[in-house]
């Protein structure tokens, strides 16, 4: 993994994580929005402009493919570089979780 990508997805906005997150399975645009919005219980709402976007520029950055079009849908998978970037948010937002609870039983003492 390059400086480049590190620099500009670690750490990720919630969208890039969603984004990646849906994508371990193949599916379309819309279909990440849906996936997203049963994960956060209707939390997190993906616009258009802003999940387009980050398609476009994730698949460019090599995050994420193109597989093929069903009913004039693109479907995306994620690629192993974006499995790589997957895996290292994941483990910063475990470390932070960990830190909380640490924190938190500190106080209780």
Not at 40 to 54: D, V
């Amino acid at each position: 993994m390059d400086s480049h990508i590190r620099k500009v997805y670690v750490p990720m906005t919630e969208t890039g994580f969603y984004i990646l997150l849906c994508l371990r399975e193949e599916t379309h645009g819309y279909g990440i929005v849906k996936k997203t919005e049963q994960l956060t219980g209707g939390e997190i709402k993906l616009s258009p402009g802003t999940l387009y976007g980050s398609l476009a520029k994730m698949e460019n950055d090599g995050l994420i493919g193109f597989v093929r079009e069903e009913e004039k849908r693109k479907i995306y998978r994620i690629t192993e570089l974006g499995k790589q970037v997957l895996e290292l948010e994941m483990k910063r937002i475990e470390r932070l979780y960990s830190s909380i609870k640490e924190a938190d039983n500190d106080e209780r003492i």
